[in-house]
Structures are given as structure tokens and as C-alpha cells.
């Protein structure tokens, strides 16, 4: 089993989830790593935003990065590859994501960790790169219902970066919850729940870009055939985006939470549902 857990680590300030291990069906811990040890090897790697938070000077001055903790989702690849999704945090300028306060900008994003058969890292995603965002992760697209982190609350990992000379609160941008490896193409689909989105990254069995190669969703790169004429088709705020070993249909578990709130955003009711899609990745 593979696990992600919190305890006493490299990390100085919080152990909330700063370890992953493996386990043997005992219950013995067999493999294990953590934040410190990933942190060094992406520095090493030439990776931004992938040193420690500790690290970074009070007030963190712009552009400033670190990577914070794991979170969600650890599995293993069909080679034997491992891979884990981790919270970063960053410093952007003022007023982005339509932030008001003349302060900087704290955002959470998210980063994809690949770990060879001894657990040393072999290929990273960085969701801030470019730090623009990039063409498809526009970073001022912030997210539709406006999640923000102050600690570890609220489905929040720890919040390093946040001081008297930033703003009082991270921007909760994306909130990455799975990973899956799709078997056709060597690439990995990942769901970032507070985009409403399942996005599609050329991981490409570790020689891959990192570019987002499509966004599954609403305002995504893909047109729904709303044949059922449901008012809201889309799900949102969506766990586990699995293709049934590439053969499909891709399945998600919708919970619903953009498409029930209150309009103008969402319909005002509902519940949560599970939903299976048919993708046609060549025409959208």
C-alpha cells in the first residue's frame, strides 16, 4: 500500500503531511521519503518553486516558491515508477486573481512528483509553469467559488507563506485530488477540483513536456453533447477522473459543489452524482 502521511519530517513547522511510505500487507514500512529529501532533489533538478518553505525570507518577497506538502494522491506506474501530487505555494504581484489589497498575491498550485524504483525523483509538473500560467492554466483564472487558505482547515494543507506583508489569506487555485495514468499515451490525467476541470498533462512514460494538453470541463477545450439536456451538464469540484485502463468511458465522481450553488454561478440545488463520459480527444 502507498500512503501519504503526517509526521515529524525535515520540516520544522507543521508535520501535516509531509511523508510518503510504502507498506507491506503487515503493516511494516518498507520505502519511505518526504518533503526535505524531494525538496533537495528538485532543487537539484533545476525545478522553481520546488525548495523548502522554511527556507523563504519573512516577508517572502515576489516570485518567492516552495513545495509545502504532499497531498491526495500517491500511485504507482505501470513500470514500477511512482507518483505523488504535492501542494506548492508562490507569491505573485498585487491584484492578481482580481485580488483588491495593494499587498502580494499567495497562491496554492500544485506539483507532480515522479519517483524512480528507489524513490528518487526522475520528472516533475509544476502548475506555475510558466509563471504566467501558461496558455491553458491561466493563473488569474481563479477559482469559481473563490476557495482561500489561512492553515491546515477547511480541506487545506499547511499555509507557509502568508504574512503581515502579503495578503491575509492563500488563493486556493486549483486543489489537485488525482492522478491517473492513461495506458494509450504514457500521459497522466489529473483533477484539479477547484477548477472544475480534468486536465490531460504530456507526461509521455517520463519524456514528456509537462505542457497541459487539454482541459476537460467547464470553459475547457471540449464541447459537451448534452444529448439528456441536463441544465447543468459539466460536473465540478469532481474527484478521481478514471479511464477504465484507456478503453474508456472516463468516469468522475461529480460532487456537484459549482452546479449547486447559489445562481448566478450554479443552479441553486441539486446533489452530487457519479458520471461516465465518452471523450473523442481528436475532435473535442
Not at 20 to 33: H, K, P, Q, S, Y
Not at 41 to 62: F, I, K, T
Not at 103 to 121: A, F, K, M
Not at 182 to 206: C, F, H, M
Amino acid at each position: 500500500m502507498l500512503a501519504i502521511q503526517s509526521g515529524a519530517a525535515w520540516n520544522s513547522i507543521t508535520p501535516v503531511e509531509q511523508l510518503i511510505r510504502e507498506f507491506d500487507l503487515a503493516g511494516n514500512v518498507v520505502r519511505e521519503t518526504n518533503t526535505g529529501i524531494i525538496q533537495r532533489q528538485l532543487v537539484a533538478l533545476g525545478a522553481n518553486d520546488g525548495g523548502a518553505c522554511e527556507s523563504v525570507p519573512n516577508p517572502p518577497p515576489l516570485g518567492a516558491g516552495c513545495l509545502a506538502n504532499f497531498s491526495h494522491e500517491i500511485v504507482r506506474l505501470p513500470n514500477g515508477f511512482t507518483a505523488a501530487l504535492a501542494s506548492i505555494e508562490k507569491i505573485f504581484p498585487p491584484g492578481t486573481q482580481g485580488n483588491t489589497s495593494p499587498l502580494p498575491v499567495d497562491i496554492i498550485g500544485n506539483r507532480v512528483v515522479v519517483l524512480d524504483t528507489n524513490w528518487q525523483v526522475v520528472w516533475y509538473w509544476d502548475s506555475f509553469k510558466p509563471d504566467d500560467g501558461g496558455a491553458q492554466l491561466e493563473i488569474n483564472r481563479r477559482a469559481p467559488l473563490n476557495e482561500v487558505c489561512v492553515s491546515s482547515q477547511n480541506f487545506c494543507g499547511p499555509v507557509f507563506l502568508v504574512s503581515s506583508a502579503t495578503a491575509p489569506q492563500a488563493n486556493e487555485w486549483l486543489h489537485g485530488n488525482s492522478i491517473y495514468y492513461e495506458p494509450a499515451t504514457g500521459d497522466l490525467l489529473i483533477s484539479l477540483r477547484d477548477q472544475d476541470w480534468v486536465i490531460k498533462v504530456d507526461y509521455n512514460n517520463g519524456a514528456g513536456s509537462g505542457k497541459v494538453l487539454w482541459r476537460l470541463g467547464l470553459d475547457g477545450d471540449f464541447t459537451f453533447k448534452n444529448i439528456y439536456n441536463d441544465p447543468y451538464p459539466w460536473f465540478s469540484h469532481q474527484h478521481d477522473g478514471i479511464e477504465n485502463g484507456g478503453s474508456g468511458p472516463l468516469t468522475v465522481f461529480d460532487n456537484g459543489n459549482t452546479r449547486v450553488a447559489a445562481p448566478p454561478i450554479g443552479l441553486g440545488s441539486g446533489n452530487s452524482r457519479g458520471m461516465a463520459l465518452t471523450l473523442d480527444q481528436n475532435n473535442m
